[in-house]
């Protein structure tokens, strides 16, 4: 990894990265729970799991009752809970404050934008387009669009290739020790969004920067533009 090569290319978690999703995933996965007669779960519990995608964060509240769940059972569940959040709470999820600002920063300075996610594509299109940021995005790589999801390196080596761009002249922001450890793995730069639903900073290693505020961020882009090619150099 050369941390002086010009960067080209910015990729973007969504859940904990661009979007605070927990709330209205949290709500939804317990209304479902609650209907079936079951234990709803604290949204600290089920944080971890988001990671690794929305079934897996919902088969995480099934595998905490305190008592076993029937596998058809559970299944139908689980279809009820995607079904009841794509209708009653997807669109209740908000951009990060200030995120508009840095999408259209990062444009302006011709650098190209993509999505790597564990989430499934028709959702998160949808979450692109109602909060109006979609256009600042070239490709998106979700769930099952690569042979593995993350942490691997499989997504984010694929919206690389994809885009066109190379390990080296990359950045991956993210949320998480699953978005960490798949940079890591694809030798591509991090950058961590402390505001989102790691457990602890160190999660977020190894990076080039953590930040809180999106402004901030921003801030440090800028910073490192180089003033000879217009490009931004780390």
Request: proline share 4%.
């Amino acid at each position: 990894m050369l941390i002086n090569e010009q960067l080209k290319t910015v990729l973007f978690d969504v859940d904990g990265t661009l979007f605070d999703t927990m709330p209205s995933l949290s709500a939804a996965n317990n209304v479902v729970l609650k209907q079936a007669g079951l234990r709803e779960i604290s949204t600290s519990l089920l944080r971890p799991a988001l990671n690794e995608g929305l079934r897996a964060m919902f088969r995480k509240s099934i595998a905490l009752q305190t008592a076993p769940v029937d596998d058809e059972v559970a299944l139908r569940l689980e279809n009820e809970f995607l079904q009841q959040y794509m209708q009653d709470w997807l669109a209740s999820a908000t951009l990060y404050p200030h995120l508009h600002e840095t999408l259209s920063t990062l444009k302006s300075l011709g650098l190209k934008l993509g999505i790597c996610t564990n989430r499934d594509r028709v959702s998160t299109e949808y979450l692109l387009a109602q909060s109006r940021v979609a256009e600042f995005f070239e490709h998106i790589v979700g769930l099952d669009d690569a042979p593995r999801p993350k942490p691997a390196a499989d997504p984010l080596l694929l919206a690389l290739e994809r885009m066109g761009g190379t390990t080296t002249d990359a950045l991956f922001v993210g949320d998480s020790s699953t978005d960490a450890t798949c940079a890591r793995l694809a030798h591509v730069r991090f950058a961590g969004h402390l505001g989102g639903y790691a457990l602890q900073s160190a999660d977020l290693e190894p990076n080039v920067l953590v930040f809180s505020d999106y402004s901030d961020f921003t801030s440090w882009i800028v910073g490192h533009q180089a003033a000879t090619d217009g490009g931004v150099h780390l």
